[in-house]
């Protein structure tokens, strides 16, 4: 199959006459595997809905990918009033795309109701810290944390959009997905929910806003599964732009004149989650010699040269390496060493392995690498590939021995948006280790920087030493597009259209 695409890349690439791709109506089409269970921001955690909650819903705090300087977006300034207290100055002048003027009200519905666990925020760990939100004035707020919680503004920044508190508290997050109104540089004007979403730039966009005013007028979304699909559609001048492209695929593509490749490490990192639970499917995952014994039966480093592609590097904790208190620092190694995971599953009483399903949602080609390493040393691992609301589910019911996971952490630097995830006793967490999430604990609410690192240390050294997940490495996202975008690609895995045009 790949010496097939090969030979229709290059007769295409032979063939080819310089395409104008929708350089005529400004439009980017863009395509993306996974469709998001929601385009509202507080009940998403798949990449595409944070890419698309950029782009039509604005936060209090912008933070700046070049200098990583915070900026005010739609909050003019902000102080630290006391360990648990902020105070924001709100900006003037910002509507909604139905015309509502932004208030004060907006960020205290918003950020109240995200923050009661009975409404089910998707990712807890963005708002759980979150005691309440108070109206001082009806441009200034105050937010109160529930414990001392320095990452505050970061979160502000990132995944903790804010809504238009009348039409929210009217149609509700079920609503909001299928008649979407934000504040953002970009207004929805089609969701055809699972399909395709359209958004098209705001005119009324304020000017002061940090994201700047955007070039590119349109941008249609639409979600295909399938790569192949994807790539003869950039092939056909059917696409402008597709992203988290095969390394194989990516190569290939680089030979065709109309097209760019752009490509370099995000902060998503992939790694193993291991149920280890009493009601855990697989029985054999609570013995941690057979955890360990995953760990070494996968060869990380030869799957980062020869699948995953440059850009990547092998992790040893679960965390990336640039977040605050991420470190690998005494933490148990596990190299490649199937002799050793053979003898590691013999004393564990499984000479002859046993059977499991791994769930996984992306990144297919790596799943089967690693199920064929699993097989190696006696594993019998039987993929089981979904979307990634249905493996959540999965996971969440406690129905699944090995996961295939991956995680951007909403492209927050922080340790706190990542590991406390997996192992914080939140709904996906399959180890429940009551040391691990105390110490991650420490980690997310310690004032003292020295002592969030060093908690954060203890916790991610657990977790390695007691083998409660395989960290296999960072992913880089391969980026194919018209030659005629201008784009950039960041770390933080966000294409940012309102920064894009045409040459």
Not at 75 to 93: H, M, N, P, V, Y
Not at 244 to 259: I, R, T
Request: aromatic share 10%; glycine share 6%.
């Amino acid at each position: 199959m790949r010496r097939l695409f090969g030979s229709l890349v290059l007769s295409l690439a032979l063939a080819a006459t310089p395409a104008l791709a929708d350089k005529a109506s400004n439009t980017v089409r863009f395509a993306y595997d996974q469709a998001p269970e929601s385009v509202d921001p507080l009940f998403n955690n798949v990449r595409i809905g944070v890419i698309i909650g950029a782009h039509v819903w604005d936060t209090l705090v912008y933070r700046d990918p070049n200098s990583g300087e915070y900026k005010g977006q739609l909050a003019s300034a902000w102080r630290q009033i006391d360990d648990k207290t902020l105070e924001f100055d709100l900006r003037r002048g910002v509507k909604f795309h139905n015309g509502q003027d932004f208030t004060a009200d907006d960020v205290v519905y918003t950020l109240n109701f995200a923050a009661k666990p009975e409404n089910k925020v998707t990712t807890q760990a963005n708002v759980s810290w979150i005691a309440r939100a108070e109206k001082i004035d009806p441009y200034r707020v105050r937010i109160v944390t529930k414990e001392v919680f320095p990452a505050a503004v970061e979160y502000l920044a990132g995944p903790v959009v804010i809504h238009p508190h009348e039409y929210y508290e009217k149609v509700g997050p079920k609503g909001q997905n299928e008649k979407p109104v934000g504040s953002g540089p970009y207004r929805i004007t089609s969701h055809v929910v699972g399909k395709s979403v359209t958004l098209e730039r705001n005119p009324d966009y304020f000017r002061d806003s940090p994201k700047g005013q955007p070039a590119i007028g349109k941008i249609e979304i639409r979600f295909i599964p399938d790569g192949q699909t994807r790539m003869a559609e950039v092939m056909s001048n059917g696409l402008d732009f597709i992203m988290s492209v095969a390394k194989d695929q990516a190569d290939q593509m680089g030979a065709v004149p109309f097209l760019q490749v752009v490509s370099g490490e995000t902060m998503r990192i992939a790694f193993m989650q291991i149920n280890r639970l009493p009601e855990t499917p697989t029985a054999p995952l609570q013995d941690v010699r057979v955890r360990r014994a995953i760990n070494h039966a996968i060869d990380r480093d030869t799957m980062v040269k020869q699948i995953v592609g440059t850009g990547s590097r092998v992790i040893n904790t679960i965390c990336f390496p640039a977040q605050f208190g991420c470190t690998d620092e005494g933490a148990t190694r596990y190299p490649y060493d199937p002799a050793k995971a053979k003898a590691l599953l013999a004393e564990a009483g499984f000479p002859n392995g046993f059977e499991v399903d791994i769930v996984a949602y992306r990144e297919r080609q790596q799943t089967e690498a690693i199920i064929n390493y699993l097989r190696a040393v006696g594993i019998k691992a039987n993929l089981r590939f979904l979307q990634y609301a249905a493996m959540r589910e999965l996971i969440k019911g406690n129905k699944v021995g090995l996961t295939h996971q991956t995680w951007g952490s909403f492209s927050v630097n922080d340790v706190s948006a990542g590991t406390p995830v997996w192992f914080g006793f939140i709904g996906e967490d399959v180890t429940r280790d009551p040391e691990v999430r105390d110490f991650l604990k420490t980690g997310d609410t310690s004032v003292d920087p020295t002592a969030r690192k060093a908690a954060y240390k203890t916790a991610l050294s657990l977790i390695a030493e007691r083998a409660y997940a395989v960290p296999l490495y960072s992913l880089p996202t391969y980026y194919v597009a018209s030659s005629d975008l201008v784009f950039k690609a960041y770390p933080d895995e966000m294409p940012r259209f309102w920064e894009m045009s045409w040459k």
